[in-house]
Structures are given as structure tokens and as C-alpha cells.
């Protein structure tokens, strides 16, 4: 009883069950979209090996859909202050992952999956309507614990992946990961539709609808160049961007080349793949939802530092792996122990940072220009990766340390720019 009431009282179950509106619906749709994503992902890379592409190729591919993702991060903004939050959301999330799914599950060669990375690469108009959805009907407070929940709902449905393991140890990986992608053709679809029927536009959308009404895209990209400017003078969304550019490309690196290193440099039969989701969420779900009160102790520095120091460990584990393969098993375990611990650290500060950087008025076409920058950053860095892991699977991994260093350096030196961003946030309600 005495856990039974601790749990309920514990502040995620509070925020959980007192959600409303926008929040509320984003929150309890996520599971349909977090659960297929979780079951196809540590598959990719090697279901596009199995096909007959090469590490080159699969880097190539990286890199393409970041391009499309420039594209469709620059005009997101523009798109979703227009036609709104709800209805860009609702498009594009059947555009950009429902419809890319069904094309993964047909594809025969590079040229599929070339499709598929151009029409997924354009899910920025899906990530930028979201953002606003379900942040701008929320109070600031709250945030944090609400991508935290977002969150748990990608972990939760990481204890279905067993499934697809056994599958893969049992019949070969190509029919299998083609029925999971099927079944988030079927999944996403759902939960965009479900999310468009039990919500509403929010307050801000509605207010940036009926301003652009009657303004032309084009007036629209001129104003763009006055938001840019606004960035320009905020040491805080200047520090932000930093931060979202080297750890978007590590978060790119790893989840792209750790399969191919996993099971060709260091011996680990492919059916465990599907099992390390499943110890990294444990770990996840356990430091999220009991380690909240310590995080709002540290505050954003302590905690997004002690994170990457993590981050930093768990690539050496896989550096070294690689290097004894009689012991891969060990090494990748551990390098899955301290990601989970890094990832649960790092990511609901990064992403409460990112939503409260910016002015209420301006927050998609920021958003926009910021996701604009943060993937044009990082699209280079696909291919160059390939290349790195053509010539040693562990060189990818080394880059990343490099960027967690780099991301270390611009947080501990960037002190009065997070200073400034915390006064201009105490005067930007949501």
C-alpha cells in the first residue's frame, strides 16, 4: 500500500493524470507512434544491409534526408503559422512517417529507400507544428515533466521489441522488419488521426493564423530574416543551437552505425538487437521518473554536463568492444547501461530548453530557422561518417566523443548566456 501510494502521488503520475487539452492528447497518442519507432529502429541499418547497400550508401542516405529535413525545417515555421499547428500536424505526420513506413516495407533497393528518406526527411514540419502543439497551451512549469512523459511513452513501448528478436532469430531479418514496418504504416496513421479528432488549434496558433491570413508565403520568408536577426541578439538560443547542432549529429551517428559495429566488429548475433532496447529503457524509465527531484536540484548545467560526461563513457565502451570481440557482449551492455543513463539525463533539459528559448509570438518561425541551422550543421556529417566507418566502425564513435567534448566546453563557458536566457524566460509565459 505504502508503494502503491507513493506512485500515485509521485509528480509524473500527478502531471499525467491532471493533463489537459493539447498536452493531454499529444501525451496519450504518443505510444503509437513510440512503439513501432522503437521496433523497426534497431533494425534499420542492417534491414538496408541485407538489401544490398553498403556503409557509403546508408551514410549517403543519412545525409539526404537531412537535406530534405533543411528544406522542410526552414519553411515549417511559415507552414505551421498559416495553416496551423493541428492541421500541419495532422498532415505531416501521415506524410513524413506513416507513408515513408509503407514505401520502407515495399523497398527492393537504394532507389526505395531514397524515396523514403526524401518523404521522411520532410517530417520537420511534423517536429515544429508538434513542439508548439503541445508546449503553447501549457504553463511553463511543467514542460520539463511533460517531454519527460513523452519520453517514458517512447521507453514503455521498447518491452514489445522482444518480439520482433524472436522473430529475427527465428526467420530471416528482411520479412521480418518488412511487417514492422507495415504495422507503423498502420500504427502512425492511427495516432494522426486520432490526435486531430480529440484536440483543438491552440491559442497562440489561432492568433498567428488569423495574422498571416492574409500575408503571402513570400511576405512570410522576408520576416524571416527579422527572426534570424532576434536570434542573433540571444546569447541563449545562440548557446541552444551549439548544443542542438553537436548532439543532433552524435544522436544520427549512433543510431545509424551501432547495429552495423554491434554485430559485424564485435560478434553479437543480430536477434540482440532487439534485447538492448529493452535494458536501455529499464534504466531510462527508472532515472526519469526517480531521479526528477535530483535533476531540479542540479538545474540545466549540472545535469546536461554529468549527462555528456556519460555519453562520453558509453562511446568508449563500444570503441573498446570493438577492439576485444571475445568480450563484445560486455562491452556493448555497457555502453547500453550508460546511454540510457545519459540519454534520461540529457534530453528532457535539452528539450525544455529548446521550447522555452524563444518568444511566444515568434516561437515557430524560431523553432524553424533554429531546426533550419541545427540540420544544416549536421546533414555533412552523414556521409562523412560512412566514410568513417568504411574505413573502421569505431571511428564514427570516436567523433562523437569529440562533439560531447565540444558541447561540454560551450555549456561550461557559455554560464552568463543561460543567465540572460533564464531572466528572458521568467518574462516569456507561455
Known amino acids: ?233 540571444s546569447p541563449v538560443i545562440l548557446i541552444t543551437l551549439g548544443i542542438m547542432v553537436a548532439i543532433n549529429i552524435t544522436f544520427n551517428v549512433a543510431g545509424t552505425f551501432f547495429a552495423l559495429l554491434a554485430t559485424n566488429e564485435m560478434a553479437l548475433p543480430k536477434q540482440y538487437l532487439a534485447y538492448f532496447p529493452i535494458l536501455r529503457s529499464g534504466i531510462m524509465l527508472a532515472l526519469l521518473i526517480g531521479a526528477q527531484r535530483i535533476f531540479g536540484r542540479l538545474g540545466f548545467r549540472a545535469s546536461m554536463i554529468s549527462g555528456l560526461i556519460v555519453y562520453i563513457t558509453a562511446q568508449l565502451c563500444l570503441i573498446i568492444g570493438a577492439a576485444n570481440p571475445a568480450q563484445g557482449l560486455m562491452f556493448a551492455t555497457g555502453y547500453v547501461l550508460f546511454e540510457a543513463i545519459a540519454f534520461g539525463t540529457v534530453m528532457p533539459q535539452r528539450d525544455a530548453l529548446v521550447a522555452r528559448c524563444s518568444p511566444a509570438k515568434d516561437r515557430a518561425r524560431i523553432l524553424a530557422v533554429m531546426n533550419t541551422i541545427m540540420i544544416s550543421g549536421t546533414m555533412p556529417f552523414g556521409y562523412f561518417a560512412g566514410l568513417l566507418s568504411d574505413m573502421d566502425r569505431r571511428l564514427p564513435f570516436a567523433m562523437n566523443i569529440i562533439l560531447f567534448t565540444l558541447v561540454i566546453a560551450i555549456i561550461g563557458l557559455a554560464r552568463k548566456g543561460f543567465e540572460k536566457g533564464e531572466e528572458h524566460e521568467q518574462t516569456n509565459h507561455l
Not at 506512485?7 to 513510440?34: D, S
Not at 517512447?154 to 514489445?160: C, D, E, N, R, S
Not at 521480418?176 to 490526435?195: C, P, Q
Open 1 to 233: 500500500m505504502y508503494l502503491v501510494k507513493k506512485i500515485k502521488t509521485h509528480p509524473l503520475i500527478t502531471l499525467l493524470l491532471n493533463l489537459r487539452g493539447n498536452p493531454r492528447a499529444c501525451v496519450y497518442t504518443e505510444p503509437l507512434w513510440g512503439l513501432p519507432f522503437q521496433l523497426y529502429m534497431p533494425f534499420a541499418s542492417l534491414y538496408m544491409f541485407s538489401l544490398g547497400l553498403n556503409d557509403i550508401e546508408i551514410g549517403l542516405l543519412l545525409s539526404v534526408s537531412m537535406a530534405f529535413q533543411i528544406g522542410s525545417a526552414f519553411f515549417s515555421g511559415i507552414v505551421t503559422d498559416k495553416f496551423g499547428r493541428r492541421t500541419t500536424l495532422f498532415i505531416a505526420d501521415l506524410l513524413t512517417w506513416s507513408f515513408p513506413c509503407l514505401i520502407w516495407a515495399l523497398s527492393q533497393n537504394f532507389w526505395w529507400f531514397l524515396a523514403a528518406a526524401m518523404l521522411n526527411g520532410l517530417s520537420r514540419l511534423s517536429d515544429i507544428s508538434w513542439v508548439c502543439f503541445i508546449s503553447e497551451d501549457a504553463h511553463k512549469d511543467d514542460l520539463t515533466g511533460i517531454f519527460t512523459l513523452v519520453h517514458i511513452c517512447g521507453l514503455l513501448a521498447v518491452f514489445f521489441a522482444p518480439i520482433s528478436g524472436l522473430l529475427v532469430a527465428n526467420y530471416s531479418i528482411v520479412p521480418v522488419v518488412r511487417g514492422i514496418y507495415i504495422f507503423a504504416f498502420i500504427s502512425m496513421g492511427a495516432k494522426a488521426i486520432l490526435l486531430f479528432l480529440f484536440s483543438t488549434e491552440t491559442a497562440q496558433g489561432k492568433v498567428r493564423m488569423a495574422e498571416t491570413k492574409d500575408m503571402k508565403i513570400f511576405t512570410m520568408i522576408l520576416e524571416s530574416g527579422g527572426v534570424f536577426k532576434t536570434m542573433l541578439r
